[in-house]
């Protein structure tokens, strides 16, 4: 099955700074996402990114699925930032997604 | 409305109990699924029902045992848990399971946090 990296596992920023968090994949993907888990355990999507280029205010993401990579930026980090970022992705065949292992982000005030 | 919807929040259970876990959503979405996370870990697909017919199970124990009574419901039958089984099941749907094009966005409920005594 596809194998999906994070990095990096943890992500330590004082509030205000910028940061890139990266998603590597080993196979062709028909779906993937980028997810904020909050401390209460809710998936929050933030963006359905295949492939190409999206913005949605200081957070902005691009895949490039021919290099099997996506990145996540987030822009002028705050306190409420702070969770897990997941990315998960499925191949050609089905709707297996698999969730790589995280970035675990701490914004500091 | 981009709502899935879980019941209970909070479950706490014996091993010789039996309940289930709940699932609705109204977005016409025709696939639906169960995940399992276990503290400070991504999560595990266990099931997939496409069009209210099972399509995936990921070799999950019969101690769970899912059901799809129509296209906006989906349950989680427990039995005879464990205490490992004790973490967060998180329900999710998306447009279609099948291969095409950028039809998965999946959708997430809030979860529910099991605990198994």
């Known amino acids: 099955g596809i194998q999906v990296e994070q990095s990096p596992p943890d992500l330590i920023l004082q509030e205000g700074a910028n940061s890139t968090l990266r998603c590597n994949f080993s196979d062709s993907v028909n779906n993937l996402q980028w997810f904020h888990q909050n401390p209460w355990g809710q998936l929050i999507n933030l963006f359905y990114?295949?492939?190409g280029t999206k913005q949605n205010g200081r957070l902005s993401a691009t895949t490039v699925a021919t290099e099997r990579y996506s990145l996540l930026y987030i822009s002028s980090s705050q306190t409420t930032d702070s969770g897990v970022y997941f990315c998960?992705?499925?191949?050609?065949?089905?709707?297996?997604?698999?969730f790589g292992p995280g970035t675990r982000l701490s914004v500091l005030p | 409305d981009t709502e899935v919807t879980q019941t209970p929040k909070h479950l706490v259970m014996g091993m010789t109990n039996k309940k289930s876990l709940k699932c609705e959503q109204h977005m016409g979405h025709r696939a639906m699924y169960w995940y399992k996370q276990k503290a400070k870990k991504p999560p595990e697909l266990m099931f997939v029902?496409?069009?209210?017919?099972?399509?995936i199970n990921e070799s999950v124990p019969s101690r769970f045992s899912p059901e799809c009574p129509n296209s906006s419901l989906l349950n989680l039958h427990l039995h005879a848990l464990q205490p490992e089984d004790s973490a967060l099941y998180l329900c999710a749907s998306s447009l279609s399971d099948k291969w095409e094009e950028h039809t998965g966005e999946l959708f997430f409920g809030e979860g529910s946090r099991l605990t198994v005594l």
């Open positions: 998960a992705v499925s191949g050609n065949y089905g709707q297996n997604f698999v």
């Open positions: 029902y496409s069009y209210e017919k099972l399509s």
């Open positions: 990114i295949p492939s």
